[in-house]
């Protein structure tokens, strides 16, 4: 019996685009949901499966998850962002899956002074409630956020980050997914959330 596909939402992203290569490396069968096909076509190579769906579209994430036991979910910062993950939890039960893996962030809490970990809380604890089988991550920052820079050290020399004294410390997302990854294939992940709730 073939594999059946690891559904990949959030696929075009920073992220997800790197979860997609490092399935594809272990010959992972991959479904991405995608908004639009032909833009996405030029993207991946032919053997990633694309769906087109809206995380708005309750339907069409009923079909993206049809024949799906794994699924990962990243989505970028919005501001209906618990309602959309609402509707992939929804469609996660429906489908009845044995993993959702969802992208949070470092500091995650419903109580967070920070507007977008308070989402992020939100929506992990509403994973959690959900009753599907999930793994959350919360990474730190990305290397990849240093590319910002890019026209302010070209043109000034100068690199700014709005963190005053702080420290702070990086990830690069190939790294976070590969973890991704890991948690995906392996035993053991389903019902723990890995990063802490503190930034
Ligand atoms: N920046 C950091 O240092 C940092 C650190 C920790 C956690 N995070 C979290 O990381 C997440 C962002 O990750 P990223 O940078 O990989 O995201 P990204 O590059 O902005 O990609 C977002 C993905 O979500 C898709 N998407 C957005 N709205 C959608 C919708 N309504 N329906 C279907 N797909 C939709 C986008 O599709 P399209 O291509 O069609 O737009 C894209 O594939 C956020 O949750 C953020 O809080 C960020």
Redesign the pocket.
């Known amino acids: 019996m073939s594999q059946s596909p690891f559904l990949i939402?959030?696929?075009?992203?920073?992220?997800?685009r790197s979860v997609v290569d490092s399935l594809e490396k272990k010959n992972i069968p991959v479904r991405a949901?995608?908004?639009?096909r032909d833009a996405a076509r030029r993207v991946f190579s032919t053997s990633v499966e694309l769906v087109e769906?809206?995380?708005?579209q309750p339907e069409s994430l009923r079909r993206a998850f049809s024949g799906v036991d794994k699924a990962f979910v990243?989505?970028?910062?919005?501001p209906n962002t618990v309602e959309?993950f609402k509707n992939v939890y929804a469609a996660a039960r429906e489908a009845n899956v044995s993993q959702l893996v969802k992208?949070s962030?470092?500091g995650a809490s419903a109580s967070s002074p920070s507007e977008?970990m308070r989402e992020?809380g939100a929506s992990d604890d509403l994973l959690r409630e959900s009753g599907v089988p999930f793994t959350i991550i919360r990474?730190?920052?990305?290397h990849q956020?240093m590319l910002w820079q890019a026209q302010s050290v070209a043109q000034t020399d100068q690199f700014y980050l709005p963190l005053a004294d702080a420290a702070q410390s990086t990830i690069d997302v190939r790294d976070i997914a590969d973890i991704v990854v890991n948690i995906m294939i392996e035993d053991g992940h389903v019902g723990k959330s890995y990063g802490s709730d503190r930034s």
């Open positions: 939402i959030g696929a075009t992203g920073t992220n997800g949901l995608v908004r639009n769906g809206d995380l708005t990243v989505t970028a910062v919005q959309l992208f962030g470092l977008i992020h990474p730190n920052s990305f956020n």
